[in-house]
Every structure is written in C-alpha cells, then in structure tokens.
C-alpha cells in the first residue's frame, strides 16, 4: 500500500519520504507517509495511515493547499496495489497545525483509512 499511494504522489511531482528520514535541508514541498494501526469499529475493521505535508516556514496558507490537494487524491478513491489488490480509502481527519523546529517546516496530518473486511 505505502508504494502505491507514494508513486501516486510522485507522478504529481511530489517527493514522499518515510518517517524520519528526512532533515531540516530536505526540498520543500515534500510529504511524509506514516502508517498507522489498525482500527477495529463498528462495520469492520480498518488500515489507517497518515500523510504529512511539509512545507517552508511561513504561512499555513500552503499546508492548507496541500492538505486540500491529498484529500481530492484519495478520498474515496481505488488504487491497485502491485499485488492486483485493489484498495479504497475514506479521509478520517487532519490534525492541528504544527511547525516542526527541527525540519524547520510547517506541517498538519491528513489521516485515511483503509476498510480490510
């Protein structure tokens, strides 16, 4: 799943890295992919994960666009994975806005969940 929503991105131009493999000289615009747990709800249980849009210091303005552009991408959209599996994902939510000192960039999570049964 990471590699088929990371290539999605990447076809846009957008670099996407894995958690904490990036530094504070790392080229903004870029995201992270986080995977998250499992989540067992009413209705069936769920893969969630997480992108992270980082951008310059500054104006959240940018996050904002970012977060906008993740969420048309995936929300409510199938992919095949390399495997023939296709995939649905659902947004769940964003987190607060957050300047991260030591990359030196703004940030906020765009959560996604993914149903498995």
């Known amino acids: ?12 131009g957008i670099t996407v890295y894995q958690p904490y493999s ?3 000289k790392t ?3 870029y995201y992270v992919l986080k995977m998250e747990n499992d989540l067992e709800a009413k209705g069936g249980r769920f893969d969630q994960f997480e ?5 310059a210091k500054g104006s959240f303005v ?3 666009e ?10 409510g959209k199938t992919i095949e994975l390399s495997d023939g599996r296709r995939i649905y994902m659902e ?6 806005d957050f300047y991260d000192q030591d990359l ?3 940030t906020r999570s765009v959560r996604f969940r993914v149903p498995t049964r």
């Open 62 to 64: 940018t996050v904002d």
């Open 1 to 12: 799943m990471r590699a088929a929503i990371q290539q999605l991105f990447e076809e846009d």
């Open 104 to 106: 030196a960039a703004n």
């Open 27 to 29: 080229r903004k615009p």
């Open 51 to 55: 992108i992270w849009p980082y951008t």
């Open 22 to 24: 990036t530094t504070s």
């Open 66 to 75: 970012h977060v906008d552009a993740i969420k048309e991408a995936l929300d």
């Open 91 to 96: 947004y769940v939510r964003t987190g607060p």
